[in-house]
């Protein structure tokens, strides 16, 4: 499956929009008289990809601001190609083929809005589960930014860690609910859904029941439920159609004992894969067992560094784990979860080297990479 030309065809693109967009269209509505864009121009617009030259962003996209922003994302993500995904994508086809065939769901506990990876490493799901702390910010509408310039700068340092070391770093994702500044994770989202060339087709608000059913809701509605987003796409290359939902909300024990229906959501979609990445040891605590039997149960692969599910609870008889790269232990930060075995294990199968970046290792010579699969 090749999808390392995507990237050259967008680049192609963006330099043919930018010029055709840079023409004078008398039928487009000037600025004063703002129409709302569908949600597929907004995220292209904020990947700074050209719209449709009838789109009511397209004057916008004449402007300076959006113009550097748009230079600036092509040449993150042409790197991101290169030095990453192309490199991953060599990586799973030898080791991991199977990650490539359609799946009824992934998810991505403590994933904030990386999109990016969990489409990477699963990209035929059906269904993706995505959620963090993170709010999701006001429902972003270009035409209403006051600033364009410094909310476009907002978005580019948000995403910048992520694009740079392969995670998110939460306090660059400040929300002020308020002001069209591109705060939250919905802006991260659309940018990422647009680059991975797809197409979005609907966006629905909602939140969850404590049955895990997902109702429809106005955006920032706050209540005791989990509120979250679904986002309905068709990926350009394949014409699959998929969904992912977006849930800001608390998988500790205590968040899930509070608002059962995450997991009860979670539940009603069955069994998948599951990708856990730079999720801050959290599963090596006493109060994340919940979420950890979650994933245990509703997995039969996890692709995963060693901040996921420590080794000790994949049981052998359950479970073949297959290492990638090189154990140097936790960063500094969280040292004291340590995995003396995962150590010796890393030390006896001289397993095979990694050449991208993965969790918070994210030089490539300095990371590791487990797949667990249920027997």
């Known amino acids: 499956m090749k999808r390392n030309h995507t990237l050259s065809a967008i680049i192609a693109l963006v330099a043919a929009g930018v010029s055709v967009s840079a023409q004078e269209n008398p039928h487009i509505a000037p600025r004063a008289m703002p129409v709302a864009a569908g949600p597929n121009d907004v995220a292209r617009f904020l990947a700074g990809m050209p719209v449709p030259l009838d789109s009511p ?8 601001a959006w113009q550097q922003h748009a230079a600036f994302f092509e040449e993150q993500f042409s790197k991101l190609n290169l030095q990453q995904l192309q490199k991953l994508h060599a990586w799973q086809e030898t080791y991991l083929p199977q990650s490539l ?7 991505y506990m403590f994933s904030g809005p990386d999109f990016l990876y969990v489409d990477q490493f699963f990209p035929r799901a059906a269904v ?6 993170e709010g999701l910010g006001p429902p972003p509408d270009p035409l209403r930014i006051a600033n364009l310039s410094g909310a476009l ?3 580019e340092n948000a995403m910048k860690s992520s694009l740079n070391t392969t995670y998110f770093i939460t306090q660059d994702m400040k929300i002020d609910l308020h002001e069209q500044n591109l705060n939250g994770v919905l802006p991260i989202l659309y940018a990422f859904i647009a680059r991975a060339d797809k197409s979005i087709t609907n966006v629905t608000f909602g939140s969850l029941s404590s049955g895990g059913a997902f109702q429809e809701a106005a955006p920032g509605k706050k209540g ?3 509120s979250g987003v679904r986002i309905r796409y068709t990926d350009n290359q394949s014409g699959d ?7 800001s909300t608390d998988i500790s024990d205590g968040g899930i004992k509070a608002t059962p229906g995450f997991l009860k959501f979670g539940q009603r979609l069955g069994v998948g894969s599951s990708l856990l990445k730079s999720s801050s040891y959290l599963m090596f605590e006493n109060g994340f067992a919940a979420i950890r039997n979650f994933i245990l149960e509703h997995s039969n692969r996890i ?10 609870y994949f049981d052998p008889n359950k479970w073949n784990v297959r290492l990638f790269g090189v154990y140097l232990g936790p960063i500094e930060l969280f040292k004291q979860h340590h995995q003396p075995r995962l150590q010796e294990l890393f ?5 095979s080297p990694l050449e991208f970046g993965f969790g918070y290792r994210w030089n490539y010579k300095e990371a590791h990479l487990m797949v667990a699969e249920r027997k």
Request: glycine share 8%; aromatic share 10%; charged share 10%.
């Open 57 to 64: 962003l397209a004057p916008l996209t004449r402007e300076p």
């Open 101 to 107: 065939q359609p799946i009824p769901v992934a998810f």
């Open 128 to 133: 993706y589960v995505l959620c963090g702390k």
């Open 153 to 155: 700068g907002n978005l």
């Open 224 to 226: 005791s439920s989990v």
């Open 241 to 247: 159609s998929q969904t992912m939902y977006y849930f």
């Open 303 to 312: 692709v995963q560094d060693d901040s996921g599910i420590p080794l000790a």
């Open 347 to 351: 030390q006896q199968g001289n397993p």
